[in-house]
C-alpha cells in the first residue's frame, strides 16, 4: 500500500491514528470507515491546533452598514432574492428537489446542480447577515430540503461530487451561523460514509478540513491529504504539481478550477501545520498574480488562466472563486497583501460586472469595453459580454451571489490573542474574547474617504490586540485611541498590532491617506489611474437599450429571458473614448484633480459617485479610426461597432495624437462601459 507524503512521515507516530490513507483509494477507504457521529466544536472554535494566523468567525458575526448594507439590500431585490426571474435553472426547485431537465439540452448532467449550488450558499450567506424573513424565505426552503435528503450517497438530490463540495459551504455556513448540527452532520455523514468523486470533483478537502477543526477526527485530515498528495504530488497531469509550480512557466488550467484545487495548500497548512504546503502556496498564487492579474483585480479567465493583455476578460465566477481562495491564503500566512487583492477585486471588478440595481450582470468582462451588446463578444456566445440576468451558461448567474456576502463574513476575524480588521467598509463585529462580549462599530466611507472609526463596547475592561491592516498603496498611515496618536507601527501591506487594554467607549480612528497614483502596465505601453484601493475608468457617455427578446444565437439554451423587470441590457458608446495618457503625467500628478462629493446609498453610480477624478488626456483619433458613436442598437454585423474588448493601439495608430482634453474618470464599478489602461503616448 501507498502512503500519502503527510502518512509517511508522520502516520506511526501519530497517537491513535491507525490508518494510512493509500492513493488513489481515498474513496473505498473512507466508505469502509464508519463510526458515532461526532460532537461538534462550537461555530468559531476548534477541536484541533489551529495554524493560521487569522481564522474565520461565524457568519452573520459581522454585520454590514452603511453602502454595503445599501448593497446588500439591492442584492436582496434583485438577483438573490428572485431566482425566478434568473432562467434555467434557477426557475426550478433547485436543491428542494430533482431539478428537470433543461427545456433543450446542454452541457453536463451536474451543471445544474452546480449552479443552483451556487445561488444556494449566496442566498444562505446573505439571508444570515441581513437575518430578515424576505431574505431567509428562499434559502431556509431549499436548506430544509438538503437538510432532510441527503445521505452518504446525496447532498439533496445531487450525488455529483462537485456540485456537492459546492453546497458543501452553504452547509458550512449554516452550521457556524446557527450552530445546528444537522448541517454539520449532512457533511460529514457524506465525506466519511460516502465516495466522492476525484478530478474536478476532488476539491472535498474544503469540508474535510472546516470539519477536522469542529471534530478532530483523524479520517476527515486524512481524506484533505490524500487530495493534497494527488493535486500537487502524485498526479504528474496535474497543473498544480509541484514541478510546475517550482518551475519557470505559467500556470495553465480553467480559472474557477485553479482557484478552487490551490486553496487546499492555504488550508492544509492552517489545519496542519504543514510548512511545505504554505511554501508551495506563495510560490502558486504569486505566479497565478504575476501573469494572470488584470487591473481590475480580476484574474484572466476566459475561460483558462492566461498572461494579462490589454484586452483581457475574466468570468464573473472567477470575481468570486479567486477572492474566496485569497482568503484562505490571508488567514493562513498572516500577509496583508491578500487583503489588498480581495479588496481590489470586490471595489472594482465586482461592480463592474453587474448592473448597479444587481439586476443583471456579464459572464465577461474586461477593463476596456467600449460597448456590451448581444453581438459584441467573439469568445464563446456572443451575448456574454452583455449585462443579462439570464446567460447561456448559467454558472455565474449563481456565483455572483456569493461575492459580496464572502466579503462582508471576512472583513473580521479572530486571531490567538484578539480581533483583526482584515478589509475595510462600514461594518459591526460581535464576538466573544477571553468569554467576554465584545462589540466593535465600524463607521467609514472607505474605500471612497480614508477615515476608518472604531468605537468599542464592552462591559468591563479586557486586554487584547487589535489587528489593523495596512494597504500596500498607503505610505503613511496613523492611529489614533481616543484622539491621541498611537506609537503603534503602521508598515504598509502588514497588520498594525494594536495591544492595550480596552474600555467601554474607546474610539481608534485609522486614517488611510489616498494618493493619486499611476501603474504601468503591459511592458508600459498602457498606465492606470488609481486612488487608494479603487481603479478609475473613463466615463464614457452610453446608451442602454433594454432587449425583449433572445437573439437567435442563445435561444436554443434558454427558454427566455422577457421577465418584467429582469430584461437583458445593451450599452452602447455614444462619446467619444479614444484617448491615452502623457507620460508626463507620471511625472505631474498634480494634473490629476480630485473631487469629493457627499457620500451616496449607491455609490456606483457614474452620475453620483462620492469621488470623481479628472485628468488631461489627449486624444487619439488613429485608434479605430472607423468608428463613429452609435445612436442606435447597430445591425448584427457591427461595421461601426469598434473591437471589443479593445486592442491596444499599434504604433501607427498613436502616430498623430491629438489635442489634450481634461475627461473626467470614475471608479471602475461606476461604469458598464469604460477604459481602464490608457495607452501611454511618449
Known sequence: MKLTRRGFLTGSSR???GLLVARGSLGQLIAAVTGEAAEFAAPG??????????????????????WIEGWLGRQLEGLTGHPENLGYPYDTCMLAGKIPPPAVKHGAEWWPYEQSSYFFDGSVRLGLLLGTPAAQKIPSGLMEYVLGHSGPEKIGESSWAWPNVVAGRALMAKYTGTGDPTAAEVLRSYLLEGQPGGGRDGFLAEEALYLYGLTGDERLRDAADASYDRYFFSDSKSFSHEGKIRGSAPLREHGVTAAEQLKLLPLMYSYTGNAEALE???????KVVADSLM?????????????????SLHETCDITDWSWSFGYMLMASG??????????ATFNALPGAVTKDFKQLQYFSSANQVIASNTCCTHYAMTRMSYRAAHDTECCTGNVNRAMPNYVTRMWMRSEVGLAAVLYGPSEVNTKINGQDVRITETTEYPFRDTVTLKVKLARPQEFTLHLRIPEWCEVATIRVNGKAS?????AGAFADLKREFRDGDVITLRLPMKVAVEKWFDDNAAVIRRGPLVYSLKIDEKRVESTQDPEAIQRVLRSNNVEGFPAVEFFPQGEWRYGLDAALVASLAKVRVKESPMKE???????????????????????????????PPPEDLKQAPKNPADLPSAAEMKSPGEVTRVTLVPYGATHLRVTTFPVVS
Do not use: C, Q
Not at 508551495?280 to 504569486?286: C, D, F, P, S
Not at 500577509?335 to 481590489?344: C, H, P
Not at 506609537?487 to 508598515?491: K, R
Open 15 to 17: 497517537a491513535g491514528a
Open 45 to 66: 472554535e476548534f477541536k484541533v491546533k489551529y495554524f493560521g494566523s487569522f481564522s474565520e468567525l461565524p457568519v452573520g458575526a459581522v454585520k454590514a452598514r452603511g
Open 280 to 286: 508551495l502556496a506563495r510560490l502558486a498564487y504569486g
Open 295 to 311: 487591473p481590475d483585480g480580476g484574474m484572466v479567465s476566459s475561460e483558462s488562466l492566461g498572461t494579462a493583455a490589454f484586452d
Open 335 to 344: 500577509e496583508g497583501s491578500w487583503g489588498d487583492r480581495i479588496e481590489r
Open 487 to 491: 506609537a503603534v507601527h503602521t508598515a
Open 602 to 632: 449607491n455609490p456606483f453610480l457614474a452620475e453620483s459617485t462620492p469621488v470623481r477624478l479628472t485628468a488631461p488626456l489627449r486624444g487619439l483619433p488613429g485608434w479605430a479610426t472607423d468608428w463613429k458613436p452609435v445612436l442606435d
